[in-house]
């Protein structure tokens, strides 16, 4: 289950999401709605972030440089 959410959270990174689109961040999936402990709840919203950072990394590695100060030899 542990990968299965932190790979959510890295496809949601991967298509452009923010840390805010969580889904367990939503009303509807917090411990006061689910009764579930807290901290069962907050683990999960933590290996989500964990997924969703690898995610953003994943992608800025990906990305050729773009920067206008760039050198290029000829």
Request: proline fraction near 7%.
């Amino acid at each position: 289950m542990q990968v299965d959410i932190q790979k959510l959270g890295a496809d949601a990174a991967r298509q452009g999401l923010t840390l805010l689109d969580c889904p367990y961040l939503r009303s509807a999936a917090m411990p006061a709605q689910t009764g579930e402990p807290v901290h069962e709840w907050r683990s999960r919203v933590e290996m989500w972030k964990a997924g969703w950072k690898d995610g953003v990394r994943s992608r800025v590695v990906g990305r050729a440089p773009s920067s206008p100060f760039t050198i290029t030899r000829r």
